[in-house]
């Protein structure tokens, strides 16, 4: 699969696939949401979901091509007042083949990273299950920029996928559908990458921008946006396709908005330390 165009597709989303890889209201379209056009509408969702601090994510990303296929991750996410998540990816595959070993899950609590691999296992102090990753030793011990990672699944906000999507010119309101049993009002459009990214702030943009390919700021991606009555996102699917004729796309659905949760780290005697000589072939 093309990553950039992925990542190109989805926004920011896809991040959290990479590392890897409601909300107090019934849901229904209010009157004062149909009033609205769908520049409003988008602009009014990007805030209010701005002020939302955790969610769950359900992620599919799938491409065409030569290196076309599919992933699957979904998770619990809090970005703020600091980033914990508990996520797992339950489907990694490319041209209609699983990858062995790549599925997983990971645990970020306190800025430690805990990720159970099966592809990594070997390489687990003491045959452990879960490997325990402290984020700032890490960095300092070998240079692996963890914080990075970290910063893509902070980008799977749905504030800053609406927000990118505000730099629509041709945004319009399809109709209303049900999404996971929850009313919705559809809106489409495109946006080209060059306009989602002066809608983001020089930081968001300046972490986009690296995943995204530097010739193609005129590229465009098309959007799907379904959004329940308190203007959150439901559901989004978002589309790019390569001067080569290759597709991406990627579906997330969101829920869960507003809802407190716990993330625990492993039990001690099931967490070992990387060898890092091992997976270099040292001793």
Same mark, same amino acid.
């Given at each position: ?33 149909? #009033?609205? &056009? $769908? ?5 009014? +969702?990007?805030?209010? =979901? ?6 769950? %994510? ?25 980033? #914990?998540? &508990? $996520? ?5 595959? +490319?041209?209609?083949? =699983? ?6 899950? %990971? ?177």
């Amino acid at each position: 699969m093309n990553r950039r165009l992925m990542v190109a597709a989805g926004g920011t989303a896809v991040g959290a696939a990479l590392l890897l890889s409601g909300c107090g209201g019934d849901g229904t379209t209010s009157t004062e949401n149909m #009033k609205l &056009s $769908a520049d409003q509408a988008l602009l009014k +969702t990007s805030q209010k =979901t701005g002020q939302t601090d955790t969610f769950k %994510a359900d992620l599919t990303v799938t491409g065409t091509g030569e290196h076309g296929g599919k992933v699957h991750a979904d998770g619990q996410f809090q970005l703020r007042p600091t980033l #914990k998540f &508990s $996520a797992k990816l339950d489907e990694f595959s +490319t041209n209609g083949r =699983t990858v062995p070993g790549a599925k997983g899950q %990971a645990l970020f609590t306190d800025n430690v990273l805990y990720a159970k691999v099966p592809q990594l296992a070997q390489f687990v102090s003491g045959g452990k299950p879960w490997l325990k990753i402290d984020v700032n030793q890490m960095a300092q011990r070998t240079g692996f920029d963890v914080q990075s990672l970290l910063q893509q699944v902070q980008q799977v906000d749905p504030a800053e996928q609406t927000k990118m999507f505000t730099g629509s010119k041709d945004a319009r309101r399809v109709g209303t559908e049900t999404v996971d049993g929850v009313k919705t009002t559809h809106y489409a459009g495109t946006v080209t990458v060059q306009d989602a990214l002066n809608k983001l702030d020089a930081q968001s943009r300046d972490k986009v921008a690296k995943w995204l390919p530097k010739d193609r700021a005129n590229s465009k991606i098309n959007f799907d946006l379904w959004t329940d009555g308190d203007n959150l996102p439901r559901k989004l699917v978002s589309k790019a396709t390569s001067p080569e004729g290759e597709t991406g796309t990627v579906t997330v659905l969101y829920s869960d908005y507003g809802e407190s949760f716990s993330v625990n780290a492993p039990p001690s005697d099931q967490v070992g330390q990387l060898s890092l000589g091992g997976m270099l072939g040292g001793n």
